[in-house]
């Protein structure tokens, strides 16, 4: 007998429109947990951190140089900086951008408040993508080094910032990356099932909105600090002691060093319109 | 001369036809709704500049916003067609015309009607029922605590009509999003005392591609749910099943 198989539907004939669920096919729920956990912890984390050093640009900029110098002396700082800093912030960007273009936003339509909000999610991301591309590349990798060069930071910043357009991108910046952060969080606690009842998560939108709002303003004080309460700052508060960590046995340089940190405030603040000194 | 309510209607004939709008006219009744304005149509397919057309094809049942088939664009904004009525559609300007078109997201067939089958297949894909198959007698049912019936009740009356994967903006052909109403039914099976058996095989299966990872939380699902189903917290608490079962999958599987 003839066996010829009854023609049956191809298993690659194409249903039209959205496609049902892969049920327990792919990595897609591995990798958009760790984007979302990535936003909170360590960017998150490190947005919080870079927010409060930047603080103490109102404290003028020896206590912004103290604060550099601070920091580049934690144990491990390049492998800190990599680890919890540069490698998560690439992954979250990059999935960032891939999730983003995958929506089709439809606030025309629906113009609801959680729709307003999912797109600004999106476009604050991009921005703060956009912006902190170039800012890594201006005050990170290019310039004056600032890990070599603490006392330069301040006067780096402020020269950056000389710039009206400069300053408006800083500025818009600030907005945007704090809303991401703080929306983030809220949309962390509600995606992550922490926050399920209508009401936890509007109590949570609420201390959520106040803590943005608290960063923004932190963020966008140090940005007047460094461009309005302390005009021409001097480029180098900390100036240069290269002796000092190549011989150890010269007394006199290392104490240079430890007087530069100690004594360097007083006469700054005396002078704060001091010529720049290097 | 007699009031009229206009009506646009995008139509296609098959689902490879092209798309084409045709404009009726339709002598007004009080207390109308789409359905029944369709109905009008189907009497009399006639068009407003007088051509002899086609009725329209669409998807209708109850008529009382149970079966969940008449769900449509009216006015661009998906809802349903038995209890969107013209009186309000029309408040303030009756001159304006109504629009109608078939859902954005899904295959057409005909003019208004749309092939939803991909929410039936999710909802096997989780395995959303409860697995009894009736060849012998199980005896009495677990006991339901009537806490559990509260919770799960809202979540019974999902009609499958599709409105909150419509409104969504990751429910696309990009991500394949399973949308809400599927994890709702994952919540209401695994909150049954005899459902729960196949608990784990359920958030398994929603951390698939396409699952509850895919939503980004723009809550259009339950604004626009026509039954007020808490879309948002049954994605919230399934999502955090779903988490807690991946990790324990990773550390004993």
Known sequence: MATVAPPVPSATSPQRGVQPLRAGQGNSFLWRKLHSLSGIIPIGAFLVEHIISNFETWNGPLAYAKQVVFLNSLPLVRVLEWAFIFIPLAFHALYGVFIAFRGRSNVNVYPWAGNWMYLSQRVTGLIALAYIVQHVWRQRFSGVMLPEHPGAAFAKVQHELSNPWMLAIYVIAMIATTWHFSYGIWLFAAKWGITPGNRARKRFGYVCAALGIALCLMGLASIYAVVYKYPNAPENVLPETPAALVQPAAATPAASLTRSLTVTPLTTQSQPRSTPQS | ?253
């Open chain 2, 1 to 253: 001369m007699p009031r009229t309510i206009k009506v646009e209607i995008k139509r296609q004939s098959n689902p490879d036809a092209p798309v084409v709008t045709e404009k009726f006219e339709i002598p007004y009744r009080p207390n109308m709704n789409i359905t029944s304005l369709l109905g009008e149509i189907a009497c009399n397919p006639i068009t407003a500049d007088g051509k002899t057309t086609a009725p329209i094809a669409y998807d209708s049942n109850c008529l009382e916003e149970i079966c969940g088939s008449c769900a449509m664009l009216i006015n661009g904004k998906a809802r349903m067609a038995c209890s969107a009525l013209v009186d309000k559609l029309q408040a303030g300007n009756p001159d304006e015309p109504i629009t109608l078109a078939p859902l954005s997201k899904f295959p057409v067939v005909r003019d208004l009607s749309v092939d939803r089958s991909v929410l039936f297949q999710n909802l096997k894909a989780v395995k959303a029922w409860v697995p009894i198959d009736g060849t012998y007698d199980l005896g009495a049912a677990p006991r339901q605590f009537p806490q559990i019936q509260e919770e799960r009740y809202p979540l019974s009356n999902c009609i499958s009509c599709t409105i909150c994967m419509e409104v969504c903006p990751q429910f696309n052909d990009s991500t394949n999003f399973v949308g809400a109403a599927t994890i709702a039914q994952v919540k209401l099976f695994n909150m049954d005392p005899a459902g729960s058996v196949l608990k784990e095989e359920r958030l398994r299966a929603l951390a698939g591609d396409g699952g509850v990872q895919e939503c980004g939380f723009a809550q259009n699902c339950v604004e626009a749910c026509p039954k007020q189903l808490p879309l948002t917290e049954a994605i919230s608490d399934v999502t955090r099943e779903v988490i807690v079962q991946q990790v324990k999958d990773f550390f004993t599987r």
